[in-house]
């Protein structure tokens, strides 16, 4: 398996602001992606992050919205950009380990 | 259709049953199957996985698999409260990457 973890593990913003959220794995992986997961809802897919060039959007999401990072293969960043309150929601790190899947504790974000 | 359907739920069991929770999905070429259970205000974590028809047992959990049929089940014996989350199915074609989720199913185990 792997130990992930997420920084902040909550966060309330404003309207308008950004928040960078930070995925830290305990060892080299080559997937990494980003989900979010509202109250009560299934997951979504927001992007795969990929170490060395530009993260793979899912249909919905794009690039100025959710800037990703993947410097290398044990770290990446989300950032959820001009903020507002349909943002709010639980974002999710996840990585593939020998075929299976799995979650950081996520970061519970808040906009007002 | 969706990709992974799950029982919409919300199941109730006494402590102490069993509880079936069910899956079927529409790509054949799937192979790696996968359970996961989340908590309210937690992530989705791994419980199971299977890639061979037929049953694998682990403690109280067995997770059975039909590819013939499309269909990954997870039964709890012995159903305890604490067992009480939802529970989500997952597959993907093996190292291809991420899983497909279905919606999750969210059960309750009453004392």
């Known amino acids: 398996s792997a130990v992930i973890s997420q920084k902040p593990s909550r966060d309330i913003c404003q309207r308008g602001t950004s928040l960078t959220i930070q995925c830290q794995v305990d060892?080299?992986?080559?997937?990494m992606f980003w989900y979010r997961q509202q109250p009560g809802q299934s997951l979504t897919l927001i992007a795969t992050?990929?170490?060395?060039?530009?993260?793979?959007?899912e249909s919905g999401f794009v690039i100025d919205k959710f800037p990703i990072s993947r410097p290398n293969l044990t770290f990446s960043t989300l950032t959820v950009s001009n903020m507002s309150p349909e943002d709010s929601s639980i974002y999710l790190c996840?990585?593939?380990?020998?075929?299976?899947?799995?979650f950081g504790p996520g970061t519970r974000l808040t906009v007002l | 259709q969706k990709e992974v359907e799950q029982n919409s739920g919300p199941l109730s069991v006494p402590e102490g049953a069993i509880a079936s929770l069910n899956c079927t999905y529409s790509?054949?070429?799937?192979?790696?199957f996968f359970w996961y259970r989340q908590y309210s205000g937690k992530s989705p974590e791994l419980i199971m996985s299977?890639?061979?028809?037929g049953d694998k047992e682990d403690g109280r959990f067995t997770a059975q698999l039909n590819k013939a049929s499309q269909y990954v089940s997870l039964l709890i014996r012995d159903s305890q409260p604490s067992d009480s989350a939802t529970y989500l199915c997952?597959?993907?074609?093996?190292?291809?990457?991420?899983?497909?989720f279905g919606d999750g199913t969210t059960l309750t185990v009453k004392p």
């Open positions: 996840s990585v593939v380990v020998y075929n299976e899947q799995f």
């Open positions: 060892s080299q992986v080559t997937m």
């Open positions: 992050a990929n170490q060395g060039s530009e993260a793979t959007y």
């Open positions: 790509d054949r070429v799937s192979q790696s």
């Open positions: 299977i890639y061979s028809n």
């Open positions: 997952a597959v993907k074609e093996t190292n291809a990457g991420k899983s497909t």
